[in-house]
């Protein structure tokens, strides 16, 4: 181990690059019996009991599926595995191109129920249709395509937001206009939403800040640029106003 | 003889001193380990503790949760020493950072390709083939997880949110309507968003995947 002081550290960089990324490399050589060892050497075996059919790992003391004290967490592990045992014919997690096309049917027939709420103005019942519509998305198996579950999510709970919005509930708006942030960053929909909610709780300011963040994703977005305008007309209606006050206190 | 003497006997003394100072020298910097760059492998010890049980034996859909389990940490992994890397080398070249700290970075990158090898070797002696596809389904899984926990965080995000904002709330007398109407639609919303994600989670991850697994497995064949 003494050559790593006699090594420039440009030498190390271009002979560490060589190895490339190592997920990516498609031919698979033996590995090295050295590292191996280092890797078993490592094992440090974790006090775990299953449940009645075997399929749920918790920890021994407490019986507990994420105990601190044990420092252990099985609950990603329990369930994929319970998803695993309730489909015996899957032997494995299939490849993320292959979808559920029933549960797309199913988020997309929940949301439009939602929709058609939404129009009629019944504003609880269409957040209750979003909300189940949304852990129906959710549910998804976590294996397949990311994108789809993220588009999914996303409008659905774009959608309850707008529905809290209109039933006056800007708190819940919010929330669920940055849930929307999170989930799908660059689209502007979601940035929108939240300068709505922030608007409706008169945070002129925020609003206007969340917009100008939507429009550096998307910086020819109309609602957007359109909904900026807005705010600024309103921000500088209520200066107005402001200073219209103050003359008439002066005045008297 | 002593004028003989006095000269080998300084040579043996010199030469014999740097020998024996170079011999435990180098003895120490060989046995001298790097503080390893990962503390521990939790997906792996609990995957390999699940292969050694034998009384009673872990079931199959466990050991292979395990193990996707274990390829989702090797792909956060490799993803942070991806990341690491330059800030580590640009930090070495200015000096900021010593030998040690880049070099258990170094072996950390060659242990994890060691480990790579292997969860894709064990992959295949559980299903052939499925050593091609566990790490990108580690890679989609990560995804989903996260959005599932944006998903079922949206409920403290808003308490948060509410905390936040009702001490400004009160400053501007406009939403006077707004505190009236929140607790009312505040005290809905999460209700029946907590039942629908208690029932529907586990009922709808087990029951419509069910059907759509069949199908998938018609598809395949």
């Known amino acids: 181990m003494s050559h790593s002081h006699s090594h420039a550290p440009g030498e190390e960089h271009s002979h560490s690059h060589s190895q490339g990324g190592p997920p ?50 099985f609950v990603g592990l329990n369930r994929l595995a319970s998803l695993l045992a309730a489909n015996p014919s899957l032997l494995c997690p299939p490849p ?24 009629s103005s019944l504003h609880t019942a269409a957040i209750n249709r979003y909300t189940v519509a949304a852990t129906i998305a959710v549910s998804r198996p976590p294996w397949e395509a990311n994108q789809l579950m993220r588009e999914e999510l996303s409008t659905v709970i774009s959608n309850r937001s707008a529905a809290f919005y209109e039933a006056h509930d800007y708190i819940s708006a919010l929330a669920d206009a940055e849930a929307v942030i999170q989930v799908r960053r660059n689209w502007s929909k979601g940035h929108f939403r939240k300068a709505k909610a922030l608007l409706g709780m008169n945070k002129l300011r925020d609003a206007a800040e969340a ?36 003359r008439q206190e002066k005045t008297q | 003889m002593a004028p003989v003497l006095v000269p080998i006997a300084y040579i043996v003394i010199v030469f014999g ?112 083939g499925w050593g091609q596809v566990i790490f990108p389904t580690a890679n989609e899984m990560m995804a989903n997880e996260k959005m599932r926990v944006v998903f079922d965080n949206i409920s403290e995000a808003k308490a948060e949110l509410e905390l936040k904002y009702d001490v400004k709330a009160k400053i501007t007398a406009t939403i006077g309507a707004a505190p009236t109407s929140q607790p009312r639609s505040n005290g ?11 029932v529907s989670s586990d009922g709808e991850a087990s029951s419509t995947p069910g059907k759509s697994a069949q199908k998938k497995a018609k598809k395949r064949r």
């Open chain 2, 188 to 198: 809905l919303a999460p209700s029946s968003a907590g039942t629908d994600s208690v």
């Open chain 1, 96 to 119: 993320a191109n292959i979808v559920t096309q029933k549960l797309t049917q199913v988020v997309t027939a929940t949301k439009d129920e939602g929709n058609t709420l939404f129009k």
């Open chain 2, 17 to 128: 001193g740097l020998f024996i100072f170079s011999f435990f020298y180098r003895k120490h910097t060989s046995t001298q380990a790097y503080e390893p760059y990962f503390s521990s492998h939790p997906e792996r010890n609990a995957y390999v503790t699940l292969l050694q049980k034998t009384d009673p034996p872990a079931s199959d859909s466990l050991l292979k949760s395990a193990l996707v389990r274990r390829a989702m940490a090797d792909v956060q992994r490799v993803m942070r020493i991806r990341e690491d890397k330059p800030a580590l080398q640009n930090l070495l070249q200015k000096g900021s950072i010593g030998d040690d700290l880049w070099n258990s970075l170094i072996s950390a990158e060659k242990e994890l390709e060691a480990e790579i090898m292997e969860v894709v070797a064990e992959a295949n002696s559980f299903v052939e």
């Open chain 1, 24 to 73: 990516q490399s498609p031919m698979m050589p033996a590995p090295d019996p050295a590292l191996q060892a280092l890797i078993e050497e490592d094992f440090k075996p974790v006090p775990l009991s299953f449940s009645e059919d075997r399929n749920n790992a918790y920890c021994l003391k407490h019986r507990l599926e994420k105990c601190d004290a044990c420092d252990v967490d």
């Open chain 1, 211 to 246: 917009v100008k963040l939507g429009l550096s994703f998307e910086p020819t977005n109309t609602e957007l640029t359109s909904f900026l305008a807005e705010i600024e007309k309103f921000e500088k209606k209520t200066e107005d106003a402001k200073l219209e006050a103050r």
